[in-house]
Structure formats: C-alpha cells, structure tokens
C-alpha cells in the first residue's frame, strides 16, 4: 500500500517496504502474462496445467516465505502476503489463487512448522521446486467447522497407523501426490484425540471418489477422497500423536488470514475494472461515470474496499510481529469476504448485461467470492470467535 507525500512521490506504508513492493510488480507482470490470458481455457478445463506450479517454483514464489536451506526464499509471511494479494489482483481467478495458495500456504506450513527434518526433506523439498503437490485435508462429510467431530480414524497397527474414513471439499484434492490429514487417533471425542498424518496418493486404499462439480473456483481441482485400510508408517506422522488441534488453530490463523488478504487483492481489481468500464461506456451521450448514481456507487465500493484493507494490513502486521492477533484475524476474514462480494455484484450492477455474461470477469468475481463467507470458518464461527475474545 501507498500514500502520497507532500513532494508528490509515493511512499510505501507499513507492514510492506521497497523490497516488498519490488516483489508486487514482478508478480503483477507475470500474472497478467501468464494467468490472466489462460483464465477463460482453464475455467472451461475445470482446472490449470500442473506445470503452472513448476513456473512459479522456477521463479521462487512457491519458496517466498520458506528458508534457502530447503529450496525457499528466505523471506517472510509479508512476502507471501504480496503474492496473494498480487495474484487475486492481477488473475481475476479465484480458482487460480486457490490451486496455488492451498499448496502453498496451506499443506506446507504444517510440515514446516511440525515436520521433522526428514519429513522437510521427503515432502517440502519437493513442494517448492513444484515437482510435488500437497493438499489439507480436514472436512469430512459429517464434520466441517465443528473440527471436534471429525471421524477419519487412525488405528495403531505395529509400527504404523490404519486409516479409515473420508474427506471432502478439499482444494487440490484431485491432483495432489501427498495430503495432511487430520484424524483421530483416540476412541473419546473432543478436540484432544486429533492427530496429522502425511498420506501419499500413492498408499493403497487412498482413492479419489470423485472431482466436484463447483458454482465457482472453476479452474481449481475440488476433490473427495476416502481411506480404505490405508496403511501409514509412523514417521509420516506430523507433530505429537494427539496435538493436532493445535497445527489446526495455528494453521487457521494465516488461512483465515491470507483469504482477507485475497480479497483485498480482488477489491481492487474489481473497482479498477468498473472504473474504466464506467469511463468509456456511454449512455444518454455521455459515459456513465458522470452520473450521479455511478459515482456514489463506486465512491462506497472503493471506500468499503480501503477499510477492508487497513484491518486486514493491521493483522497482518500484528500477525508478522508475532503477537496475539486471533480477534484482529476473524474481524479481517468477517468484514472482507462479505466485502469482497457485495463490490462484485455492485460491478455486476454497474456493468450491467455486460458484466452478467463472460468476457469482462465480473461474473466470475460474484461465483468466486461467495465461498468467502463459508470456507476457512464461516462467518458465524468467525463472530463466535470474536466474541468470545471480548470476553463474551
């Protein structure tokens, strides 16, 4: 982000710096190369080419935030942060984001942040340079945000663990070589039984039942995938045998974190996109801009747009520096995603006829952006949240 000194020149706002901002423009020149150009193909495939992750490992940006030491970067969550952001921005896919993102930063920072320098070495080595894909794997059909009641259970078995149960909604669910799965390993309920075990598509009894079909994210791969007596070694196991709750708290925070940064990302695109088009189409000898009703519109969508972006950067920054940032996390995830998708029906409405039929991406926008309320926590889990850290 911005803001225009006195000189006139344009300084950059905290938590992004030069260096960050350096980043934003090689990754907005890619997209718009690389991405932007396929969208159309790759939502009527129902998903993109497996190389794209070789391209953007090839140019660093599966590796942003990971060490140099296992293939990354160097560099930190603020990086990984301007490739979401960039990417919803510049790509006007949701799909897109949501393939590369869930791989990303989403499967790999548990083994990261829980992994074992070998299970560092068998899964994310391989997940940066994108010779490898990995998906998360915690919906279940009877269990989506009551994460207590999952039921994929993993049974002791001699050295190893007996695997049985499903998973659904998962994004990359169809095409990704390993899976960090959350099961349960105790017979009692509750959130103290829950372990995470690395599964290869590979292992038999591993089976994808089938692609879902989607009203958006059109070009990302949604599967469900069920475990038949699916065999698994015990180094595959990340973290403690039954403190799995905690990698999913703490991988909930930056989830819930960079789909407010998305948004963030899609605002923009979706306000630069009315303006020009209010620009040049005209109406009654004049463009539609100048009138009154125009204006106002797009004056409350880029403001609605601008407050959405100070909360979320603000958790972001809290969340960079390290402190308890869980109440400034939901606020961002509740408040943008609803944003998000009210700006991209009052483009559609703007746009009129123009933006209900496909060619400009308003469209699009409006199918992508309605997942926002629902995945990753839904609203009511995240004013749950919310109110409870202010003592409720």
């Known amino acids: 982000m911005t803001v ?17 901002e350096e980043l934003r423009e090689t990754v907005s020149r ?4 690389e991405i932007a150009p396929n969208v159309d193909e790759w939502e009527a495939a129902r998903e993109f080419p497996r190389e794209l992750y070789s391209r953007c490992a090839e140019l660093g940006f599966l590796g942003l935030k990971f060490p140099e030491e296992l293939g990354g970067q160097g560099g930190t969550h603020l990086h990984d942060a301007v490739w979401v952001e960039e990417l919803a921005r510049s790509g006007g896919s949701g799909g897109v984001a949501a393939g590369l993102n869930a791989h990303t930063s ?25 010779e490898k894909i990995g998906a998360l794997g915690i919906t279940e059909p009877g269990a989506g945000s009551d994460v207590a009641s999952l039921s994929t259970t993993a049974k002791r078995n001699g050295d190893g ?26 017979e009692e309920g509750g959130h103290g039984g829950i372990s995470f075990l690395v599964l290869e598509r590979e292992m038999p009894g591993y089976e994808v039942s089938r692609k879902l079909e989607k009203m958006g994210w ?19 196991l990340l973290g403690e ?19 407010a940064i998305g948004a963030v990302g899609a605002m923009q ?23 009154q009703a125009i204006r106002h519109h797009v004056a409350e969508m880029a403001t609605r747009a601008e407050a959405a972006r100070a909360l979320t950067h603000n958790a972001l920054r809290l969340f960079h520096e390290g402190q308890d940032c869980i109440q400034e996390v939901s606020m961002a995830k509740l408040m943008t995603q609803r944003a998000v998708l009210d700006i991209a029906d009052q483009s559609l409405q703007i746009h009129g006829g123009y ?29 749950e949240i919310i109110g409870k850290t202010m003592g409720l």
């Open 4 to 20: 225009v000194k006195d000189s006139g020149a344009r300084a950059t706002l905290p938590p992004f710096g030069e260096e960050h």
């Open 30 to 33: 890619f997209v718009a190369k």
């Open 106 to 130: 989403i499967a790999m920072p548990p083994i990261f942040n829980f992994g074992t320098e070998e299970q560092k070495q068998r899964w994310l080595v391989p997940g940066i340079a994108g």
């Open 161 to 186: 663990y007996v695997v049985n149960g499903a998973k659904t909604f998962i994004t990359n669910g169809v095409r990704a070589d390993f899976l960090v799965c959350a099961c349960r390993t105790t």
């Open 218 to 236: 059109h070009s990302s791969d949604t599967g469900e995938i069920s475990f038949s007596d699916v065999e698994v070694p015990a180094e595959n």
């Open 241 to 259: 045998e039954n403190g799995g709750f905690k990698l999913i708290m703490a991988n909930f925070a930056w989830e819930r974190l960079l789909m």
């Open 269 to 291: 695109r979706l306000i630069e996109t009315t303006v020009a088009y209010a620009s040049d189409r005209e109406a009654f000898g004049r463009p539609i801009g100048k009138f």
């Open 355 to 383: 933006g209900y039929m496909r060619g400009y991406g308003i469209e699009r926008a409006v199918r992508d952006a309605r997942l926002g309320p629902i995945g990753g926590g839904t609203d009511e889990i995240m004013k």
